[in-house]
Every structure is written in C-alpha cells, then in structure tokens.
C-alpha cells in the first residue's frame, strides 16, 4: 500500500515539474525543475527495484548533464526575457500536434493491461546491483573484461 502512494506522489511529481519546466520562463528555474523531474523517475526506478539505474540515473543526468546545463545557463546571464509574437499557423499547429499527442497516449493507456501482465510474469530481483554483479562476472566475463 505504501508502494502505491509513493508511485502516486512520484507520478505527481513527475508530471507536474516537468509541465512546470516546460511553462515557466526563467531559463534557471526550467533546469531545476527538471532536475525534479529526474529525481522522480529515479523514484520510480527505486520502486521497480532497478536501484542500479536509479543511481546511474542520478549521477549522469542529475549530477552531470543537469549541472552542466545549469552552469551554462547562468554564464549566458540571460537578464532580458524577449519572446517574439508567434501567428496563427504556429499556434494551430502545435494545437494539432497537442491532439495527436493525446490521442497517442489513449491509444497506449488502453493496453496498460496487457503491459502489467508482461510486467509482473519478470523476476522481483532483476535490476538490483547483486544480480547485474553476477550476470557481469559469471555469464559475461569476457566481453565484460
């Protein structure tokens, strides 16, 4: 049950920081946001017992990319916001694509059934470092050296 509000509160999360990076127009808050939104999936791969792509997951886009994305960010010193008027195609476009894009996502949340059942028939152990350490050291040693 516990599993269950933290998906909740991570999907939330998820969701709502990355909705919230792609609204605001601070360059600086857009970074940090997205940094929270990686740090929510890094949640959702600890609850699918994968904590070794929870880790690389933080490390690489949290800790490396994000950071450099920041720093960059803010030696632009992007003090004046100016955004150019878009027309009326561009707007009708990209409220098109926004349609395609939902009719997409029903299409997929359809099939979340078969999907679950493919999910739960997998090992509960299959992303934890132990079981990465012996299919690395036992059937793999040679390309892995």
């Given at each position: ?10 999907s939330?999360l ?6 919230y990076m ?18 929510s ?63 997409v996502?029903?299409a ?38």
């Open positions: 049950m516990l599993t269950e509000y933290a998906f909740w509160f991570l939330f998820a969701v709502f920081s990355a909705l792609i609204i605001t127009k601070n360059p600086v808050y857009s970074v940090l946001s997205l940094i929270l939104t990686f740090f999936i890094a949640g959702h791969y600890f609850l699918m017992n994968a904590q070794f792509l929870a880790a690389v997951h933080i490390i690489v886009y949290a800790g490396a990319i994000m950071v450099l994305f920041l720093y960059v960010i803010m030696m632009l010193n992007l003090n004046k916001l100016e955004e150019e008027k878009k027309s009326i195609l561009i707007k009708s476009l990209s409220v098109v694509a926004a349609c395609i894009l939902g009719f996502l029903l997929v949340a359809r099939r979340t059934d078969e999907l679950t059942v493919i999910a739960q028939t997998t090992n509960g152990n299959a992303g934890t470092v132990e079981n990465l350490g012996k299919a690395l050291y036992r059937d793999f040693l040679l390309p892995f050296e």
